[in-house]
């Protein structure tokens, strides 16, 4: 998406540099805030999922747009975070009134992503983008609770809210050729998690060729008797 720094005029930069600046030392509870050095007009987010919803334990990332026209328009919000909510459509767009008819310029980017949260613990499936999840919150809500919990615990759980990994320090185990279930760590070979000593694999075979290699040059030698 086009950065708008250069459509928004220098005091309403101004204004959201200080506002963003503010959220960034100060975020609302539960929120933590990724500000762009390089483009003010989008900010990314994290959103953890309110306790005593299906999206507890989770987090989920976001992000606000803001167009040309702010703060006279309202910004767009974006869940990057794949969810099941009535609210959010399958692009991640959001919809709740505070991004469209209940906007004011007064209002702020702090009560938005507040607004954002609150919409996790009090959906509105009178304005669903997702009608399947909607009808669900309407008619089923065990059947709703479950595939919200579902899509939280395989996509905002568990991770880094999408920062990237770093590769582990020092030197990697190598695999054993020829077979992917099999590598060697020091002096041990893992196949399958099973570990097995190669020092002792390796002393217990050479004493046993040692053992029957002195039977055979012992039955030579009677034979010349």
Request: glycine fraction near 8%; charged fraction near 25%.
């Amino acid at each position: 998406m086009n950065s708008n720094v250069e459509n928004l005029p220098p005091q309403v930069l101004r204004l959201v540099y200080k506002e963003v600046s503010a959220l960034a030392a100060d975020p609302p509870e539960g929120i933590k805030i990724y500000p762009s050095e390089e483009d003010i007009t989008e900010l990314h987010t994290a959103i953890e999922g309110p306790e005593g919803t299906p999206y507890a334990g989770g987090v989920f990332r976001m992000r606000l747009v803001l167009g040309k026209d702010f703060p006279a328009a309202p910004p767009r919000g974006y869940f990057l975070t794949k969810i099941f909510h009535p609210n959010v459509g399958h692009k991640g767009e959001i919809c709740v009134n505070v991004l469209k008819r209940d906007w004011k310029a007064e209002l702020g980017l702090r009560h938005v992503l507040l607004t954002i949260k609150c919409l996790l613990i009090h959906p509105n499936p009178e304005s669903a983008l997702n009608e399947e999840a909607g009808k669900l919150l309407l008619e089923d809500y065990k059947e709703y609770a479950s595939r919200a919990h579902l899509l939280t615990e395989i996509h905002a759980m568990g991770g880094t809210s999408g920062a990237p990994q770093e590769p582990a320090d020092g030197p990697q185990p190598k695999k054993h050729a020829g077979d992917p279930n099999k590598r060697v760590v020091g002096a041990a070979l893992v196949t399958n998690g099973v570990v097995t000593n190669n020092l002792s694999n390796s002393s217990s075979s050479g004493n046993t060729n040692i053992v029957a290699k002195k039977k055979t040059d012992k039955k030579r030698a009677l034979r010349r008797l």
